[in-house]
């Protein structure tokens, strides 16, 4: 158990409907960290935020936003969904000089 | 553009034998790099890292090795279980500035057969 806790574990959805994904760090991780991996992909980088805070930005589309709140929880908004949307999301915290913890992810299909 | 490849999708060994996991990249900016174990439903679990300063780092069965000239690294598995198979991920960073943002390769799908 790494520590980090994702839900939902699946989630289907329609074509042009929005989303939230929410992700629980490890207990005193500032840094949440939010990849998506699509089929025969690796994990691709998203966005990172650091207590509360935006730190960084990959390949985030402008239909997708992110958030971190006070507890540092955070939470994926997927909007205007399309088919290939589809993928496993990944959350991961991680402290200062400590390798990323991943949770187990939510699957995302949009039919 | 892929920073890091992982070329091998796939690869299939004899349980007691040796497996080897091999990662190249591209980015000479990359000096901090990652070894990544998954399970199917579960995340990805932390297994070995290496800076690159050293060009070896060891921990138990698991041996990475850095060679910066090529920009290579492998995971060496001695002796490989049936526990091990799994997907493993190749993973970098540029230690430089402020950001941790890890680039992750494709993934090596390893089955040990008993």
């Known amino acids: 158990d790494s520590g980090v806790t994702q839900t939902p574990k699946h989630l289907i959805t329609a074509t042009g409907q929005r989303v939230t994904l929410r992700c629980s760090p490890r207990s005193g991780d500032l840094s949440v960290y939010w990849y998506q991996q699509s089929l025969d992909q690796g994990l691709q980088f998203l966005i990172q935020y650091y207590n509360g805070e935006e730190r960084a930005k990959g390949n985030i589309l402008e239909r997708f936003s992110a958030q971190q709140f006070p507890d540092l929880h955070s939470e994926l908004n997927l909007s205007s969904l399309e088919l290939g949307d589809s993928a496993l999301y990944f959350c991961?915290?991680?402290?200062?000089?400590?390798?990323?913890?991943f949770g187990n992810g939510t699957r995302l299909t949009v039919t | 553009d892929q920073q890091v490849k992982q070329n091998s999708p796939s690869l299939s060994v004899q349980e007691g034998r040796i497996s080897i996991l091999n990662c190249d990249y591209t980015?000479?900016?990359?000096?901090?790099f990652l070894w990544y174990k998954k399970y199917p439903a579960e995340g990805p679990t932390f297994l070995i890292s290496?800076?690159?300063?050293?060009d070896k780092n060891e921990d138990g069965r698991f041996t990475v090795f850095l060679n910066k000239s090529a920009k290579h690294l492998s995971l060496h598995i001695v002796p490989s279980q049936p526990g091990d198979s799994a997907v493993y991920f190749c993973a970098a960073d540029s230690t430089v500035g402020s950001n941790y943002k890890l680039t992750f390769g494709k993934g090596t799908l390893l089955t040990v057969n008993p």
């Open positions: 991961a915290s991680r402290s200062s000089n400590s390798p990323l913890h």
């Open positions: 290496i800076s690159s300063i050293k």
């Open positions: 980015n000479s900016m990359f000096d901090y």
